[in-house]
């Protein structure tokens, strides 16, 4: 039985490499077979590559929506601000002063490498708008007037309200930390937004509830790394920072993951192959097309510091795959066509193959010569990776 799909020609996994980056691109292509060039180039061309008549399956789920996912939000007045962790300057100017003066006193503590991976995330948080662009590129499920009162729009947007709460605080934090090029990340900010992302999801809900399940999952793990390190270095504050908003993105995932275990549970098939398609593009970081005008390979350098520090990596990649395939039951799912079951052994074998590559890699990686790059962000001061 064949089971591969068509291979996808571009994956912007593969932009401009470094030690490290190529490390995770090489795993990651080995383990899904795909055969991408290293290149920047966008996704295929396929779009809407949802059958018209399954616009229904999205339609008949609208009250499951109301019901089940959009608890999920919190009410507005339930919600944390940015306000409630940074120092407030409604207070007389000294009372500011002297909070701003603590906040930039912890932030010394913080070393180059970490704040690389900091101004990443938040850059990567900060470039929003992009995304509820992105979620609004599914059909059957994207907001029609901006003010949509169809639950799937109402998610959406209550969604990008709470997300917006992170790319605000940590931008703040960074501000006010002195730590920071702001200038160089305002212009990585406004060059990404620019750019956008195309992760391949080709309009399809199925395949990109699949990506937001697993993205949302990743930020997590990587939030909620950089709290545990702030607390690490002596950075309370930003522990707290990072944590709430990993908590955040953990409610979200539950969220997604909700809603593609209900479509595993209506359209198996349909569910199964959109989660086997997505894998093997691989999941590509939103933030893969970050410029700042200067290092050509921004992302990869970036991405580079994060696998260095722990923060996000293969293993993470290959953890996130496992914890998938076991919440949603793939092993054991039922009533799959032919094709539906060359895509579950597919996937659920794939996590494996990621592991067993990551090993062989690692020890080659040992025995490399370490590099570094520069970084604008902390004023082109290197950083090895
Ligand atoms: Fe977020
Ligand atoms: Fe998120």
């Known amino acids: 039985m064949h089971c591969i799909t068509p291979l996808t020609p571009a994956c912007p996994l593969f932009v401009k490499t470094t030690t490290q980056h190529r490390k995770l691109n090489k795993i990651l292509t080995l383990a899904t077979k795909t055969q991408a060039p290293l290149t920047t180039t966008h996704h295929h061309a396929i779009t809407h590559s949802m059958p018209q008549e399954k616009l229904e399956v999205y339609k008949s789920l609208e009250p499951w929506v109301a019901e089940s996912i959009l608890p999920f939000l ?226 990869s350098h970036y991405s580079a510091v994060a696998q260095c520090l722990g923060v996000y990596t293969t293993g993470d990649y290959a953890d996130i795959l496992e914890f998938l395939v076991g919440r949603w039951r793939l092993e054991g799912l039922g009533g799959l066509t032919s094709e539906g079951r060359c895509a579950q052994e597919y996937v659920c074998g794939l996590p494996h193959r990621i592991r067993k590559l990551e090993e062989r890699s690692d020890e080659r990686a040992r025995k490399m010569e370490k590099r570094g790059a520069k970084f604008s962000w902390i004023f082109n001061k290197k950083v090895m990776l």
């Open 74 to 299: 919190k009410p507005t007045d339930k919600c944390w601000q940015p306000n409630d962790f940074l120092p407030n300057s409604s207070q007389s100017s000294d009372q500011f002063a002297a909070e701003v003066e603590t906040l930039r006193e912890l932030s010394a503590n913080l070393p180059d490498d970490y704040l690389v991976v900091l101004v990443g995330n938040m850059i990567t948080e900060d470039a929003l708008p992009t995304y509820e662009t992105f979620i609004n590129t599914f059909d059957g499920v994207r907001d029609e007037t901006a003010a949509s009162a169809s639950p799937w729009a109402t998610w959406t947007r209550a969604w990008t309200a709470e997300e917006n709460r992170h790319g605000d605080l940590l931008r703040t934090y960074l501000y006010l930390s002195g730590r920071v090029d702001m200038l160089m990340i305002e212009r990585t900010i406004h060059n990404l937004i620019a750019s956008g992302m195309d992760p391949g999801t080709e309009n399809n809900p199925y395949m990109g509830f699949v990506y937001t399940s697993f993205q949302e999952r990743a930020t997590f793990i990587s939030h909620g790394n950089m709290a545990r390190l702030a607390k690490d270095r002596g950075e309370p504050m930003l522990a707290r920072i990072c944590g709430i908003i990993a908590s955040d993105e953990k409610r979200h995932e539950n969220a997604y993951i909700k809603i593609v275990e209900k479509l595993l549970e209506v359209d198996t098939t349909t569910a199964m192959l959109a989660i086997a398609d997505m894998m093997r593009k691989g999941i590509t970081m939103p933030a893969y097309l970050m410029n700042d005008g200067q290092d050509t390979s921004l992302f």
